[in-house]
């Protein structure tokens, strides 16, 4: 299972893909808002030539034309982009007409099977559940990941999961046990994934070990 960033912080952004680990952005109205007033296409652009993989960029039409006249333009900002489109009637209209010109769509804002079906149907790249909203109203949204996946596997469907609406580190575990193609997370998740109390306790033991017996310097001896 490959991991995203959900978010549109360059400096996050540029520390996951430090790590090594992170090969793919997502991002929404929502998320480019909390960064400020800031030039969304610049911020686009830029996030687009940090990241090695796909960069998720949703369009702010409601009709289905507005959305493909807006992904048309967005794919020109850089090769790596994929358009999200919401999970609407509409959304689907425009999906069909984008995968024609194969523009990949991230299909957002998923909520059920039927919607991930008709997202594959209508030629969707990716399809995104969101897991912890519908936690939130006490549907189970791991389910959800796990039926898609299911489908998608039995119909040998090309369309990729995006477990989306991440909340905690658990959730990716339970993406990646569900064959999740990808789970989307934020910058906070990440940190959990690899934070540990014994794990800093260990580094601290193995420290005061070594200095205990051959000092502070810290330096293995060369031949």
Same mark, same amino acid.
């Given at each position: ?74 794919? *020109? ?5 994929? &358009?999200?489109?919401?999970? *609407? ?18 299909? *957002? ?17 990716? &399809? ?30 090309? *369309? ?28 906070? &998740? ?34």
């Amino acid at each position: 299972m490959r991991l995203f960033l959900d978010t549109a912080n360059l400096a996050h952004i540029r520390h996951g893909v430090e790590l090594g680990v992170v090969t793919g952005v997502t991002t929404n109205p929502s998320l480019v808002s909390k960064e400020g007033k800031v030039d969304y296409k610049a911020l686009v652009k830029e996030i687009c030539a940090i990241v090695p993989g796909p960069v998720s960029t949703e369009v702010l039409s409601l009709e289905s034309g507005g959305m493909v006249a807006e992904a048309r333009e967005i794919v *020109t900002w850089a090769e790596n982009i994929a &358009v999200k489109i919401p999970a *609407t009637a509409e959304g689907l209209k425009a999906t069909s007409a984008l995968s024609r010109d194969r523009i990949p769509v991230n299909m *957002t804002l998923c909520f059920s099977l039927n919607q991930a079906i008709l997202a594959a149907e209508a030629g969707a790249a990716y &399809v995104s559940p969101f897991v912890g909203r519908l936690d939130d109203i006490g549907e189970d949204g791991m389910r959800l990941v796990v039926d898609i996946v299911d489908y998608l596997s039995y119909y040998n469907l090309p *369309t990729q999961v995006i477990a989306a609406s991440i909340r905690h580190s658990a959730h990716c575990l339970s993406a990646a046990k569900a064959g999740a193609h990808i789970a989307t997370i934020p910058y906070g &998740v990440l940190l959990q994934m690899f934070e540990h109390p014994l794990t800093d306790i260990g580094v601290r033991r193995f420290a005061e070990d070594w200095n205990k017996v051959m000092g502070s310097g810290g330096i293995l001896p060369t031949q």
